[in-house]
T-cell receptor
């Protein structure tokens, strides 16, 4: 596997469910990110992890809980989501200190 | 408040002609800019970058122009090809660091 891999690709969940999104990077990067893409809106930065430490939480509701056990893996735990949370969730990685991101293919989340 | 804006949600161009995608930003501290291309069901992929010490960067058919005084950048694709049909995002960061702000994207359609 190369690049940034996200699973699952699609997820449908009820408002009372608990689910997790997974991201894995095989690029040797030391920073990882969660972005949310809603229709016709800019990509919204949710969380930033540098060297496994969370350095940014962009006022994200607590029903989204990130976890970064090591520099290669990033999770987004989801709990009691709302229908407006339906979106494409993108994971990205980069080197701390510069350069652009490498994105995964995203998880298309639908909350029903 | 959106710091990076792409005011044209869509653009349609004939194959072989020039495509010009525009991006405006509000933060004068931004010094590193990227363009990403996104196909449906895939994550954004890096296309081209420019730092604020330059006003132009060229890579094959793609050229990015930066006008710092106007806080404006543009991506030129010439000649445009049907395979260029995708959504294009511009992104900006401060101090070339790894936190990027994205625009809402412009959907380019290149007609054969």
């Amino acid at each position: 596997e190369t690049g940034v891999t996200q699973t699952p690709r699609h997820l449908v969940m009820g408002m009372t469910n608990k689910k997790s999104l997974k991201c894995e990077q095989h690029l040797g990067h030391n920073a990882m990110y969660w972005y949310k893409q809603s229709a016709k809106k800019p990509l919204e930065l949710m969380f930033v992890y540098n060297f496994k430490e969370q350095t940014e939480n962009n006022s994200v509701p607590s029903r989204f809980s990130p976890e970064c056990p090591n520099s290669s893996h990033l999770f987004l735990h989801l709990h009691t989501l709302q229908p407006e949370d339906s979106a494409l969730y993108l994971c990205a990685s980069s080197q701390v200190g510069g350069g652009g991101y490498t994105f995964g293919s995203g998880t298309r989340l639908t909350v029903v | 408040d959106q710091q990076v804006k792409q005011n044209s949600p869509s653009l349609s161009v004939q194959e072989g002609r020039i495509s010009i995608l525009n991006c405006d930003y509000t933060n004068s501290m931004f010094d590193y800019f990227l363009w990403y291309k996104k196909y449906p069901a895939e994550g954004p992929t890096f296309l081209i970058s420019i730092s604020s010490i330059k006003d132009k960067n060229e890579d094959g058919r793609f050229t990015v122009f930066l006008n710092k005084s106007a806080k404006h950048l543009s991506l030129h694709i010439v000649p445009s090809q049907p395979g260029d049909s995708a959504v294009y995002f511009c992104a900006a960061s401060e101090n070339s660091f790894n936190k990027f702000y994205f625009g809402s994207g412009t959907k380019l359609n290149v007609k054969p």
